[in-house]
């Protein structure tokens, strides 16, 4: 974290708002082009999602850490590797992100989306924002929460280790936002049905504000008409704190402590062995 410290607040909050705003163009823009253009199915849903994950920590990971989560930033605060004053801050950039960039993409697709749902109803509002059982399944808001608490915890739970340094199996620091893309990917084709797996307080909270100041008036309500928007944020900061405990509790505590770096040699030692 010193070397976060010494880059600026500034400069890790941009990144997180650039890294969270790439995740978006490519999450948000295919559930666009699946839903209101009709081309590309769930499949393509889930490898956009989990690109958009790989590129958008790739961005802002070497200043920031990479968050695009506020999930995942809450839950290190919590366990003290990350600090408490810098959790808030981080939230606002990377929601901030999201809602340039689901602005984008709304304004990108505005002629595909009226022809789709012209009234901007619950038909389309699923582009921007999660629902109980994707709008369409008999889930409740309860049962979409148990989702987003599962997900996120899985997520966290398998993120800790990949960035654990002390984990020699982990890839290495270029690859980890590869292999964390990848785990997206696969929670969403194993855990999209119950909630759309947001996963992430900003990716859900983002784009439902820009719909909402873009014509979804429904927006912040599901299909039952019960306030929602409240589900995404909850589950996720819930899961992730459970996900990154289990992991402290089963697997790392039990990692071998990281072996000391050796010591650059001084000036006079590498004179005594170059004589």
């Known amino acids: 974290m010193a070397g976060l410290r010494s880059k600026g607040l500034l400069g890790e909050l941009l990144a997180e708002f650039a890294g969270t705003m790439v ?10 082009q699946v839903v209101a253009g009709q081309l590309g199915a769930h499949d393509s849903i889930a490898w956009a999602w989990g690109l958009g994950v790989v590129l958008g920590v790739y961005m802002s990971a070497a200043i920031s ?4 989560n506020p999930a995942v930033t809450f839950a290190f605060a919590v366990f003290g590797d990350f600090p408490w004053r810098k959790v808030l801050p981080y939230s606002l950039a990377q929601t901030a992100g999201a809602f340039v960039a689901a602005l984008l993409v709304r304004w990108n697709y ?3 989306l009226a022809a789709a749902d012209p009234g901007h109803t619950i038909k389309t509002q699923g582009v921007f924002s999660t629902l ?3 709008g369409t399944l008999p889930v409740s808001d309860l049962g979409a929460l148990r989702d987003q608490i599962i997900g996120t915890a899985i997520l966290l739970f398998i993120v800790a280790a990949l960035v654990d340094a002390r984990n020699k199996s982990a890839p290495a620091a270029n690859m980890a936002p590869f292999v964390i ?4 990917v696969g929670i969403g084709m194993a855990w999209g049905t119950d909630a759309g797996y947001a996963i992430n307080p900003a990716r859900d909270f983002g784009p439902r504000l820009a719909s909402f100041f873009t014509g979804y008036s429904t927006a912040f309500y599901d299909q039952y008409g019960d306030l929602y928007f409240w589900v995404p944020i909850v589950g996720p900061l819930v899961g992730g704190v459970i ?12 990692m071998p402590a990281e072996e000391p770096q050796p ?8 004179r005594l062995e170059n004589a």
């Open 23 to 32: 995740l978006i163009l490519f999450g948000v823009g295919v559930v666009a």
């Open 65 to 68: 850490g990479g968050h695009i």
């Open 110 to 112: 505005s002629e595909v």
């Open 132 to 134: 109980p059982g994707n």
């Open 181 to 184: 893309g990848l785990l997206v």
């Open 243 to 254: 996900g990154l405990g289990l992991y402290k509790l089963l697997v790392g505590r039990f």
């Open 263 to 270: 010591a650059a040699p001084t000036a006079d030692a590498t």
